[in-house]
C-alpha cells in the first residue's frame, strides 16, 4: 500500500488568512486527489490534482478558493484561502495504488476562527 | 438519484455479527469499496469489489454484491469492541470515490 503523509496534521487559523496542505506519498502515483470532510458529515472530492497541469475541481469548488499545485508523481499542495469559519473541516489526499486501491492520508483538522 | 446511501447507526454485541448496507447509484461503477474511519482518524481500506464480483471473503470480512439491485453489504463476523467505528462505503466513478454518509457501528460488550 502507498504510505501518505500530511502536513500541517491540524491547525487553528484566523478567518481572511490562507493555509497550504501538503502531501507527500512514498512513491509515485497517476492520479492524487484532495477531499473534505466537514464536521460529521462525510467526504467530498473537492479535485483531482493533476500533475504538470492545472487541477480538475468538482462542482461547487473553485481554483480562486483552493488552489492545487502538483508538480511531480508524489507531491500535491492544496491551499485553502481567504478562510471564513465554514471551511472548518478535514481535508484529505488520496492516492490510487496499483490501479483499484486509494489511499487516504491521515488528514488536516482546520480550524477556522 | 446521485447519492450513495447508508443507514446511520448499528448497534451489536461483541461476538456477533455485524451486516452494514449500502446501495449505490452508478450501475457503471467498476470497484466498490469500504472504508474505516475511528475517531479523530483518517480512512483505512478495509476491502474492495470489482463489480462483476458477487462475493469477496477476507478474513473476517465478506463483501455482498448484487449488481441488479445496487445493493452493497458488509459483513464483519465475531464483531469485537475494536470494530467499533464509522464505516464508509464508496463508488468509484473514474477513479473519483463517491461516499455514502457512514454507518456509525457501536459494539456492546
Known amino acids: 500500500s502507498a504510505v501518505i503523509s500530511q502536513k500541517p496534521s491540524r491547525d487553528i487559523c484566523q478567518r481572511g488568512t490562507s493555509l497550504t496542505i501538503q502531501c507527500q506519498v512514498d512513491s509515485q502515483v497517476t492520479m492524487m486527489f484532495w477531499y473534505r470532510q466537514q464536521p460529521g458529515q462525510s467526504l467530498t472530492l473537492i479535485a483531482t490534482?493533476?500533475?504538470?497541469?492545472?487541477?480538475?475541481?468538482e462542482s461547487g469548488f473553485v481554483i480562486d478558493k483552493f488552489p492545487i499545485s502538483r508538480p511531480n508523481l508524489t507531491f500535491s499542495t492544496l491551499t485553502v484561502s481567504n478562510m471564513s469559519p465554514e471551511d472548518s473541516s478535514i481535508y484529505l489526499c488520496?492516492?490510487?495504488?496499483?490501479?483499484?486501491?486509494?489511499?487516504f492520508g491521515p488528514g488536516t483538522r482546520l480550524t477556522v476562527t | 438519484g446521485e447519492d450513495v446511501e447508508q443507514s446511520l447507526f448499528l448497534s451489536v454485541r461483541e461476538g456477533d455479527s455485524s451486516v452494514i448496507n449500502c446501495t449505490y447509484t452508478d450501475s457503471s461503477s467498476t470497484y466498490l469499496y469500504w472504508y474505516k474511519q475511528e475517531p479523530g482518524a483518517g480512512l483505512q481500506l478495509l476491502t474492495y469489489i470489482f463489480s462483476n464480483m458477487d462475493m469477496k471473503q477476507d478474513q473476517r470480512l465478506t463483501v455482498l454484491l448484487n449488481k441488479k439491485d445496487k445493493h452493497l453489504s458488509l459483513r464483519i463476523a465475531d464483531t469485537q469492541t475494536g470494530d467499533s467505528a464509522i464505516y464508509f462505503c464508496a463508488e468509484s466513478r473514474g477513479g473519483k470515490l463517491i461516499f455514502g454518509q457512514g454507518t456509525e457501528l457501536s459494539v456492546k460488550p
Open positions: 488520496s492516492v490510487v495504488s496499483r490501479d483499484v486501491e486509494q489511499y
Open positions: 490534482a493533476n500533475q504538470g497541469s492545472e487541477a480538475t475541481y
